[in-house]
């Protein structure tokens, strides 16, 4: 539910809808399944496929979380009105009477009550919302509105006192205070009270020139003042007015022709994404005619499209970048496997050539023959052996001397040089047994090394065959992956400059429809100035009017 939630915050319909119809297994909690018709039936709402929506708000049981209620009854609400004929028994029945989204619905409600005749339902509806008592900003902002559509209502009737009376309850300095002025004004001059259709024009014609409402109270304002009898001041105020709508129609194609070179966004900047009265407004003067189109939801909806575009244009960008550094990450170690790959050979030919476990066995044999036939000389030390030698070569020299006739004299030394050498044997024989011991131990020593060292030796081997498969084929993937990227940054590229496109057209649809609206009020300026001249000398005049 919460990453079907977000994929619906960020604009990803398809993949919201796709996830909130995966929770409608009947074996899902209620409370998620209901939760999953909803939003399933608020989306189809939002595509114009009200039968569908309605069917799936039918799907909903009593699980529905209460904060949600009050969107699905407004959602009733909505689908009940655009039956046809649309039901607005129906509609109001479904609504919560102290909820925020009832008052949207009741506004929409006397409005299609009006627009079907039933004056006098509509009429109460709206009283309804215009009567609301609410700190809220937002709904005094409908309440204003609710005001101004009875206002109007009344001025088709040709009762332009009721239009007047609903007019005064509007707030002076509210979002719909320059349209409330525009109409205060017709509903005065309705009753033939030129002097006080003049109060709120020309309160409106000190407003900000940028509002439509204001443009057209420039025009509205001189024709009162005709109409008291001050066709000068009329005329004057005629030609001021024509000045500023001069003024603002140059400002409109200044902004054209930077939509036409293709700088909108550019030149909306932040507010391009502004879907709040908070987010600044643009820096262009003549773009603040966008700020309706800025504000809804096909325009904010499109921008979104075009932001996620532009950020994956850029992560394709980095992509590629990366590409290049893992096609560098892959050379290297290509090219550090060949370099190395001649001093690993080297170094295990060289450890074969010492035949280490060969002469491992030969020593380990021949201290098995000197335990078996209990060879101690075998395991004398080198100072042992030494001395050995030393009762050897003396020995030697006495028998040379005896064979020289002087064997009386050598009794003694033969005798002391056997007492030697039976001490010499008698150490060594006494260390036999623990030198043998400590020769084993170390041959089970060297054994284990040699182990050790041929399992590494049989790992550097297969280290050396796998080493290839850790580079081998990274070289096409990579490749068909950078093609994949140009591919798509192309497909991006395109898609970018349609979106862009499809914005620009809806600015310039905007900004024309100003444009045409502001010329029509400039031929009429004019065509009032030569009326009001052609009066001041004499010569007759057609028409009358703003």
Do not use: C
């Not at 109409?227 to 105020?237: F, I, S, V």
């Not at 904010?300 to 550094?325: A, I, M, N, P």
């Not at 070569?393 to 050598?410: D, P, S, V, Y």
């Amino acid at each position: 539910m919460l990453r079907g939630s977000l994929y619906l915050a960020w604009g990803m319909e398809a993949e919201a809808s796709r996830i909130f119809a995966g929770l409608l297994d009947t074996r899902a909690d209620p409370a998620i399944r209901d939760q999953a018709w909803f939003h399933i039936a608020r989306l189809r709402y939002r595509h114009g496929r009200h039968a569908e929506a309605a069917a799936a708000l039918a799907r909903i049981g009593d699980a529905l979380p209460a904060r949600l209620a009050p969107e699905r009854a407004y959602l009733q609400a909505q689908l009940a009105l655009g039956q046809a004929p649309a039901d607005p028994a129906l509609a109001d029945a479904r609504l919560d009477p102290d909820d925020p989204w009832a008052v949207y619905a009741r506004y929409n409600l006397g409005v299609v009550l009006l627009r079907e005749g039933q004056d006098a339902a509509g009429e109460a509806a709206l009283a309804r919302v215009a009567g609301l008592r609410t700190a809220s900003s937002e709904l005094q902002a409908l309440a204003d509105r609710a005001r101004i559509a009875l206002a109007y209502h009344h001025l088709r009737r040709e009762d332009p006192a009721q239009a007047g009376q609903a007019l005064l309850g509007v707030r002076l300095h509210g979002p719909m205070a320059d349209r409330a002025l525009l109409a205060l004004g017709w509903a005065r001059a309705r009753q033939e009270r030129f002097d006080l259709a003049l109060v709120p024009w020309t309160e409106l014609a000190g407003r900000d020139v940028l509002e439509p409402a204001v443009q057209e109270g420039l025009l509205a304002r001189p024709w009162a003042l005709a109409r008291l009898g001050d066709e000068a001041g009329a005329l004057e105020a005629y030609r001021a007015a024509a000045g500023i709508y001069e003024d603002q129609l140059a400002a409109l194609d200044q902004a054209l022709a930077r939509i036409r070179d293709g700088r909108l966004l550019q030149d909306l900047g932040p507010a391009a994404g502004a879907a709040t009265a908070a987010d600044p407004l643009p820096a262009r003067a003549e773009f603040r005619y966008l700020t309706p189109l800025l504000a809804s939801n096909r325009f904010q909806t499109g921008l979104l499209s075009y932001r996620e575009l532009r950020e994956l244009r850029r992560r394709l960008g980095d992509w590629g970048v990366d590409l290049e550094v893992f096609q560098t990450m892959l050379a290297t170690r290509r090219e550090g496997y060949a370099e190395r790959l001649p001093k690993i050979d080297r170094a295990r030919a060289a450890i074969r050539e010492l035949a280490l476990d060969d002469r491992r066995r030969a020593f380990e044999a021949e201290l098995e023959r000197i335990a078996r036939e209990e060879d101690i000389l075998a395991l004398a030390r080198a100072k042992e052996r030494g001395l050995l030698k030393r009762l050897e070569r003396a020995e030697a020299r006495l028998e040379r001397i005896e064979a020289a006739g002087g064997g009386e004299r050598t009794g003694d030394a033969r005798t002391r040089l056997a007492l030697y050498r039976g001490l010499l044997y008698w150490q060594i024989a006494a260390d036999f047994t623990p030198r043998l011991w400590s020769l084993k131990k170390s041959l089970r020593e060297l054994k284990q090394a040699l182990n050790q060292n041929r399992e590494a030796l049989e790992a550097l081997e297969k280290a050396t065959r796998e080493a290839p498969r850790s580079f081998e084929g990274y070289g096409a993937r990579i490749q068909g992956t950078g093609v994949r990227i140009e591919n798509l940054a192309t497909r991006a590229d395109a898609l970018l400059a349609r979106q862009e496109a499809a914005l620009e057209a809806l600015a310039e649809e905007v900004i024309l429809s100003h444009r045409a609206r502001l010329a029509d009020a400039l031929s009429r300026a004019r065509f009032a100035v030569a009326q009001l001249l052609d009066r001041a000398t004499g010569v007759p005049a057609d028409g009358d009017g703003p």
